[in-house]
């Protein structure tokens, strides 16, 4: 069956401290994967996304990075967390006919 | 290229219809529907790639206007189910493909009331 995996679910982090979600896909194979990020009360707003192993496209200059290490792994990072961090972080895979989100991984930073 | 959702909240009893709208200044490939619960992650509703086509399922039904790259997604006879905010997301042509990047609406906050 098909299913995307994202992890932890819930994290907080100090200012300054580094940052790695993690998101899998079970499935299919050369998936096109996405990080968005929404913070409280807003809509989603669209960080990386990655075509293929290696291929990362960033929508916005901010502290984050991304990899795709492997063809259904693809990887969030921050080496410094600011206060600004703080969010709803979601993973998405790009299925025929819709987007199919991981669960989320509410990050605070404090 | 944000796509504008309008309105930004509704609040609704049992029963009653609703009908949001999503408009973009760019050509659109595709517009997709989403709801989100409080706490959890989105939920594909449904996706519209031709002009002019609609599509639904039970009560919640879309539409696609390519001309005007205007979407609205029409809810009859509410249910407290529905309850959630209702995202669209739009790519837009020339993208490079379906499914290859998203933009979502700020969302719409439904609020339905026994």
């Known amino acids: 069956s098909q299913t995307i995996h994202q992890w932890p679910a819930t994290l907080v982090q100090p200012v300054g401290s580094p940052l790695s979600l993690e998101c899998t896909v079970e499935?299919?194979?050369?998936?096109?994967l996405y990080w968005y990020r929404q913070a409280a009360g807003r809509g989603l707003q669209l960080l990386f996304y990655?075509?293929?192993?290696?291929?990362i496209s960033s929508e916005v200059p901010q502290n984050l990075s991304a990899s795709r290490p492997q063809d259904r792994q693809f990887i969030l990072s921050s080496k410094k967390l600011l206060l600004s961090d703080s969010g709803f972080y979601l993973c998405?895979?790009?299925?025929?006919?819709?987007?199919?989100f991981g669960s989320g991984t509410r990050l605070t930073v404090v | 290229q944000q796509p504008v959702q309008s309105p930004q909240a509704v609040i609704l009893r049992e029963g009653e219809d609703a009908v949001i709208n999503c408009s973009s200044s760019?050509?659109?490939?595709?517009v997709h529907w989403y709801r989100q619960k409080h706490g959890e992650a989105p939920v594909f509703l449904m996706i519209?790639?031709?002009?002019?086509e609609q599509k639904g399922h039970d009560k919640i039904s879309a539409s696609f206007n390519e001309k005007k790259q205007q979407s609205s997604l029409y809810l009859t006879a509410s249910q407290l189910s529905y309850s959630g905010t209702y995202f669209c997301?739009?790519?837009?042509?020339?993208?490079?493909?379906?499914?290859?990047?998203?933009?979502f609406g700020k969302g719409t906050l439904l609020t339905v009331n026994p």
């Open positions: 998405a895979w790009a299925r025929v006919g819709g987007y199919t």
């Open positions: 499935g299919t194979s050369n998936p096109n």
């Open positions: 990655s075509v293929g192993i290696g291929q």
């Open positions: 760019k050509a659109l490939y595709s």
């Open positions: 519209l790639l031709k002009g002019g």
């Open positions: 997301g739009t790519e837009m042509k020339g993208s490079g493909g379906s499914n290859y990047k998203l933009t």
